[in-house]
C-alpha cells in the first residue's frame, strides 16, 4: 500500500550474491488504497488531470455538465460568456463574481423534493446520535421534507420574506437542519451563529446582519454540562435591542425535556424558561410547527441571489459577514462532497463531526451530503464524553465509511493511545478526512494507521469560509497523498504562490497563496461592506483572491499550506483574530495596552499568548488574570481563552509606533534568537519581557 518516494537504494553484494536493499525514506507518499480506488470517481492522477484541465479551461462545460444534474427552474445560460463572469482585479474595477446568471433555482428543492421525487424518500437523512449515548434518533428524507414545509410555512406566518436575514444559533439537533432548509425554501438569508459563542458575540451578528428573526433552543448538554441556550439567546436579544436592532420574533426549539438528563438540570431549565420567557416575542418551535401545513411551494431563486451569511473572524478584530451566493454553492457544496470524499450514495455513511455554526457544517453536514442524497451522522456531543471512544463507538455502530474530523481532536485522541480502537470494528472506514488547520504528519500517520488500519485513504481538504467549500485537497482514488500536504487544487481552482512583490513562483518555493480565477463557490462579498471585502481580499495582489494563507510548493508540486500571514491564529480549528482579542483585553480599565501571539500547543494547535500593559498605579494580581480571561470568555467564547496572560512594562515597538509581533512571538515561545531588532525603538524592553515571563512560568 505505502510506497517510498526518493528512496536510496544500495545494493551490496556479499558472498552469496545477494542483494541487498537499503531503502532510506525521504518522505513518505502515500498511494490510494486499491479497496478506496476501484469505487472511485476519480481514478488516477491521469484521469484527475484531464477533469482538471477541462474545468479551468472550459467550466462551462465543467459545471455545465454537473448543474445538468440538478433542478433548474429557469434554465442555465446557453451563452458560453455568461456561464462564469468576474473581475479579480481591483485597478479594473469593482470586485464581481457571477455563476450561472439568469438561471433559477432552489437549493432546498434540489437537496430535498429532487431526492423524494427520484425514490429516494424513504432512504435515511440523518441518525441523530445525541451527547447522552441513550439518545438517539432518525430522520428520513420526506420527513425531513415534509418537517422543511412546515417550518417554511411557520416562517411565512410570522411575516418572513425572501432575502430577511433570520439568526439561528442552535445545538446540533435535526431542527437546525430544518430552519436552514426552511430558510433556503423561502428565500431568507440564513446567518447561524455557532452556539459556543457568547451573548455579546451573537448580537453583534444579529446587529450586522439585521435580522428580527431568531431561531434557538432552550438548552444542550456538552458532556456532563448544561449549555443554557436561551438564557444566552435572551441576553443577546437584549443587547441587540439597546443597540437598535429589535428581534420581533423568536422561535425557541424545547429540547432539554426530551433528552436524557439530571432532575436538577430539568427544574434548572424550567425555571429560566419560566423567567426570561416573552409571550410577546417566543415562540415554541412545537408550537408553530403543530397546524403547519406538510405542502410548501418553493420560493424560486436568481442563481446570484444570497442564501446565507456567515460570519468569520475579521483581522481589525470586528467579525466579517461571509456572503454565499445560491446556483454557484450548490454546484460546489454537492461537487466537493462527492470527490473529495468521493462519496457512494447506495453504500456510504459519512459522519462529519463539525458543528453546523461553522462552514464546515454549513458545505459538508447540511449542503453537500443532502445534494447528494447522502446518508449521515448527526453528532450532538463531543469526541470525549462519556469516554474517549465516543468516535470508534458511533463509528462501529452506524458503520461509518467517510469520516470527517479536525487535527485538533485528532491530537487529542492520540494522547489516549494507540489500542483505543482495538474493541472496535472499524474495518467500514474507507475515507478519513481533515480540516480546519495543517495537520501535523504525526497526527497524519496516526490517523492513517490507528483509525483507519493503513487501509484508508486521508483526505487532508484545505479551504475557509470564504471558498465555501475544498480548494485544495487529495481525492481518495486518485492522488499519492503525502503526511501534512493537502496535495492539489481541486477542480476549478487556480493557485498561485506569489512572493512579497506579489511576483509568481514557479516551482519549487514558498509564499503566500493567492487564487487566480473564481470557482462557483467562492463568496461574492461581505455582507453590507463590499468595500470591506475588496481591500480584505483583492487589494494586496491586484487580479487575485488573497486567502492570508502561506504555503509552499516541494519539487513534485504538492502543496503544504503552512498557517496565517496575517494577524490571525488558529486555535482548536477556530480562526481568531489577535486584534479581536486585544480590543477585549483593552477595555478593563486598568489595562493601556496589549499585544497578542500565537504559540505552538500539541493539541490546540495555537494558543494565545497575551502581553498586557497597565495604566500607573494599577497593579497585576492573579485576579486581574482571572478577571480578563472571563471577559475573553464573555465576550467572544470560552474557546478563545488564553493560555498565559504576562504583564509587559513596555511592548517591542518600531520608531513608527507599530508593535513589534514577530519579536512578542520570540519571547513568548522562550526564542533566544530575536532576529533583527535594529528598527526597535526602545530594545531594553526586551530583556524586562523576557524576565516578566520567567516570572510567571516559575509561579505556573
Ligand atoms: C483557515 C480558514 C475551512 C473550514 C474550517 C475553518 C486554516 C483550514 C486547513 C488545512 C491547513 C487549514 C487556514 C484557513 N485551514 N483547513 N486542511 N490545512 N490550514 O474555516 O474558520 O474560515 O478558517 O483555516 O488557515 O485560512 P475558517
Not at 166 to 183: D, G, H, N, R
Not at 391 to 415: D, G, H, Q
Request: hydrophobic fraction near 35%; charge should be negative; aromatic fraction near 10%.
Amino acid at each position: 500500500m505505502q510506497s517510498r518516494m526518493g528512496a536510496i537504494l544500495c545494493n551490496l553484494c556479499n558472498e552469496e550474491n545477494i542483494f541487498i536493499f537499503i531503502a532510506v525514506a525521504m518522505s513518505d507518499v502515500y498511494s490510494p488504497p486499491e479497496r478506496v480506488a476501484v469505487e472511485s470517481h476519480c481514478r488516477g492522477m491521469e484521469t484527475y488531470k484531464a477533469m482538471y484541465k477541462e474545468s479551468v479551461e472550459e467550466p462551462h462545460k465543467f459545471w455545465g455538465r454537473i448543474a445538468e444534474q440538478f433542478f433548474w427552474k429557469k434554465p442555465l445560460p446557453t451563452d458560453l460568456n455568461d456561464f462564469m463572469k468576474y473581475n479579480f482585479n481591483v485597478t479594473e474595477g469593482p470586485i464581481k463574481i457571477e455563476w450561472m446568471s439568469g438561471a433559477q433555482t432552489n437549493i432546498c428543492y434540489n437537496a430535498l423534493d429532487r431526492n423524494v421525487e427520484n425514490g429516494l424518500g424513504d432512504r435515511v437523512a440523518f441518525y441523530w446520535v445525541g451527547n447522552n449515548p441513550e439518545d438517539k434518533g432518525q430522520i428520513t428524507y420526506s420527513e425531513l421534507l415534509a418537517d422543511v414545509c412546515k417550518f417554511s410555512n411557520a416562517l411565512e406566518n410570522i411575516g418572513v420574506k425572501k432575502g430577511d436575514r433570520v439568526a439561528i444559533y442552535m445545538p446540533m439537533i435535526t431542527e437546525l437542519v430544518v430552519a436552514m432548509l426552511a430558510c433556503a425554501r423561502i428565500g431568507a438569508v440564513h446567518s447561524i451563529v455557532f452556539g459556543g459563542y457568547s451573548a455579546d458575540s451573537l448580537a453583534t451578528r444579529i446587529c450586522d446582519a439585521g435580522a428580527k428573526i431568531l431561531i434557538s433552543a432552550d438548552g444542550v448538554y456538552r458532556g456532563t454540562k448544561m449549555i443554557k441556550l436561551l438564557e444566552i439567546a435572551v441576553s443577546a436579544m437584549e443587547k441587540s435591542a439597546e443597540q437598535g436592532q429589535e428581534v420581533t420574533h423568536h422561535v425557541c426549539v424545547s429540547h432539554i425535556p426530551r433528552i436524557t438528563g439530571s432532575d436538577a438540570e430539568q427544574q434548572k431549565n424550567e425555571e429560566t424558561i419560566a423567567r426570561v420567557w416573552n409571550d410577546k416575542r417566543d415562540l415554541w418551535w412545537h408550537e408553530v410547527m403543530r397546524d403547519s401545513s406538510t405542502e410548501h411551494e418553493c420560493a424560486w431563486m436568481d442563481a446570484e441571489d444570497p442564501l446565507f451569511m456567515l460570519y468569520t473572524s475579521g483581522s481589525t478584530g470586528k467579525p466579517k459577514g461571509v456572503l454565499h451566493s445560491t446556483a454557484g454553492y450548490l454546484l460546489y457544496a454537492a461537487t466537493t462532497f462527492k470527490y473529495s470524499f468521493d462519496h457512494q450514495p447506495a453504500n456510504d455513511v459519512y459522519w462529519c463531526t463539525a458543528d453546523i455554526g461553522w462552514i464546515t457544517g454549513h458545505s459538508y453536514v447540511t449542503y453537500g451530503p443532502l445534494l447528494n442524497a447522502a446518508t449521515s451522522v448527526l453528532f450532538e456531543g463531543t469526541p470525549f464524553h462519556p469516554t474517549h471512544k465516543r468516535c470508534w463507538e458511533i463509528v462501529n455502530e452506524y458503520r461509518v465509511s467517510k469520516f470527517y474530523t479536525a487535527p485538533t481532536a485528532i491530537r487529542a485522541l492520540m494522547k489516549f493511545g494507540d489500542d483505543q480502537t482495538k474493541d472496535y470494528d472499524l474495518s467500514c472506514l474507507k475515507v478519513l478526512g481533515t480540516v480546519g488547520e495543517p495537520i501535523n504528519p504525526e497526527a497524519w500517520q496516526w490517523y492513517h494507521k490507528i483509525v483507519g488500519n493503513s487501509q484508508c485513504s486521508i483526505s487532508d481538504t484545505y479551504w475557509q469560509t470564504e471558498t465555501g467549500g475544498h480548494i485544495i485537497t487529495p481525492l481518495p482514488g486518485a492522488t499519492p497523498t503525502k503526511p501534512g500536504s493537502a496535495c492539489f487544487p481541486f477542480f476549478g481552482v487556480v493557485p498561485e504562490i506569489l512572493d512579497e512583490e506579489g511576483k509568481v513562483i514557479e516551482g519549487e518555493g514558498e509564499g503566500y497563496i493567492v487564487f487566480k480565477q473564481p470557482w462557483p463557490g467562492i463568496m461574492r462579498t461581505v455582507y453590507g461592506d463590499h468595500d470591506r471585502f475588496e481591500k480584505t481580499y483583492f487589494s494586496k495582489f491586484p487580479g487575485y483572491y488573497m486567502s492570508g494563507d502561506g504555503a509552499k510548493r516541494d519539487k513534485d508540486g504538492y502543496i503544504w499550506i503552512t498557517g496565517r500571514i496575517d494577524d490571525m491564529l488558529n486555535c482548536s480549528g477556530h480562526l481568531m483574530s489577535t486584534a479581536q482579542i486585544e480590543s477585549v483585553l483593552v477595555e478593563h480599565p486598568d489595562v493601556a495596552e496589549s499585544a497578542v501571539v500565537p504559540i505552538p500547543h500539541n493539541i490546540k494547535g495555537e494558543a494565545l499568548y497575551c502581553f498586557v500593559t497597565l495604566n500607573q498605579n494599577a497593579e497585576f494580581t492573579q485576579e486581574l488574570v482571572t478577571k480578563l480571561r472571563n471577559m475573553i470568555r464573555e465576550k467572544i467564547a470560552p474557546f478563545a481563552s488564553p493560555d498565559f496572560i504576562q504583564e509587559a512594562p513596555g511592548l517591542p515597538k518600531t520608531r513608527s509606533g507599530k508593535i513589534m509581533r514577530r519579536v512578542l512571538k520570540k519571547i513568548a515561545n522562550d526564542d533566544k534568537d530575536l532576529g533583527d531588532i535594529s528598527t526597535m525603538a526602545d530594545s531594553s524592553v526586551v530583556d524586562v519581557l523576557v524576565e516578566k515571563r520567567r516570572e510567571m512560568m516559575e509561579k505556573k
